[in-house]
């Protein structure tokens, strides 16, 4: 029955010569040393490595916040600044109906769209994938939840984290994570020949909760991190997918045809996952690199060469106006990205190393702008300014802001002036200074238990 609404969903594009598929994969609150291409040394991820091996893995790639719903919106709309700055609050608040997607602007183009797994960008109708240019979906609607059937929790019927096809609920057996690619499968193989199509591939893994497969955890029973035991086993299974979905376009000679993209929505939330960020600093939630730095990687064979390592600063911004460029379409107004398309075909140019990225979390209290080299951090609750080297410092250890106040002083009015540009959020999620103390706490005392012989 699934297969057969997509295969009509499918249908209803407009077939297109010589414009790649689109394949947009979206990990869920991954860590950045959490891949083999990143240095994992303690779980092989052979599938996801191949996408950076087979095209470009920036070392240097950001998405547009700290946390999954304003992140996601970042990504989907290509815009910041449109006042979804936090995660949704219980209540009627999502991306705001009147902004175009990238689904919308791919099947503007003529492109069969399709979006499966985490959703997260606002509950009510209005803001359902299926009405934010998407053809069908199959997910659900929050944020997280169990990855096994939960009829008591998840999956009561008028849970907001079911599952839903089209908004109607469905059970599935098994893994969630094999769930998700079993969908996925059945709409590429119900695909027409020659249809473009994107699929918008966002999985929950390997966010919370724990939740593994018994044969997996046992493979990874001599990590003695029970959270970081658990995380490797999600990682295996998420990789194991990714996997299946690839060789899914190899069986149907599709690889050569689709620009397929890998990212995380955030940084690793450490002590509640296990996640490593390797080298940066903090985690999900805060503008420290940890928070807002991914693995990111692209891929298009024949034509983004493979093997490339760059050190280029992107952002998930950056996919509206180079999925766009790719479809051959006019990218959703006021796009706030960067076509990637020609300096990913050729080593010799490369993104201006002066570009500016801004982020802004949680009703306006973490502000953060990195202008070349620097990062300039402003907490306002907190009231205290940083300035860091990223190029000497990615660990962001070495505040420079009394050594150079001038620069402080240049990129804070950089902000200031961006700021009066956009508009205030218009939802905050409640997080307060004290959840944010109580956070931190949470996290030292886990890394200093991983210190402990």
Known sequence: MIRTLFATLLLAGTALAGTPNILLILADDLGYADLGVQGCTQFKTPNIDSIAKGGVRFKQGYVSNSVCAPSRAGLLSGRIGIGFEANLPEGEDGLDPSLETMAGMLKRAG??????????LGKLDKHYPTNRGFDGFCGLR???????WDPKNNDKPNSVNRIELNGQQVEFEGYLTDFFTDKAIAILEANPPGQPFFMYLSYTAPHAPMHAKPEHIERYKDIKNPKRQIYAA???SLDENVGRVLQCLDERGLRNNTLVVFLSDNGGPTYKNGSDNGPLRDKKGSVWEGGVRVPFFIQWPGTIPAGQVRDDIVSSLDLVPTFAAAAGTEPV?????????????????????QRM??????HMTDLALRHGTYKWIENRNRKETTLYDLEQDIGEKNNLA???????ERLRNQYIKWEASVPEPA??????PADEAASRREQEAYEKKQKTP
């Open 111 to 120: 492109y069969a769209t399709s979006c499966i797994g985490k959703w997260h």
């Open 142 to 148: 929050g944020g997280s939840r169990s990855y096994f």
């Open 234 to 236: 999600m990682m295996h």
């Open 333 to 353: 107004k006021e796009a706030d990205g960067i076509d990637l398309l020609p300096y990913l075909t050729t080593a010799d140019k490369t993104v201006d190393a």
């Open 357 to 362: 990225l801004l982020w802004r979390r949680d």
């Open 402 to 408: 009394e050594q150079y106040p001038e620069i402080v």
């Open 427 to 432: 939802f905050k999620s409640g997080w307060t």
